[in-house]
């Protein structure tokens, strides 16, 4: 039986800022050699990543790791997730 290549990079997670009044956290996020800055808005379910530069690569796993793992992030944290895509 043949085991199929399943291409993946680590993403590192820093959590920058956070604001459960305003509903949002801050943060980078690196991947190979891309790195992005983002604003989760948790209330409104918004994901804001810039630069648009390999965006399209990090924005759906980011906003899947942020919505699972929200309460749980704090400004300083370091963290890291699976993004089944090879950058």
């Keep these: 039986m043949s085991h199929k290549y399943l291409p993946k990079t680590t993403a590192y997670?820093?959590?920058?800022?956070?604001s459960w009044q305003e509903g949002k956290i801050e943060?980078?996020?690196?991947?190979?050699?891309?790195e992005w800055q983002f604003q989760w808005c948790f209330r409104r379910g918004e994901l804001v990543v810039?630069?648009?530069l390999g965006r399209a690569l990090i924005q759906e796993p980011l906003g899947r790791f942020l919505e699972r793992c929200d309460y749980q992030l704090e400004p300083g944290g370091d963290y890291e997730f699976i993004v089944r895509a090879e950058f």
């Design 50 to 52: 810039k630069p648009s």
């Design 13 to 18: 997670v820093r959590i920058t800022g956070q």
């Design 27 to 34: 943060g980078s996020v690196k991947a190979a050699a891309y």
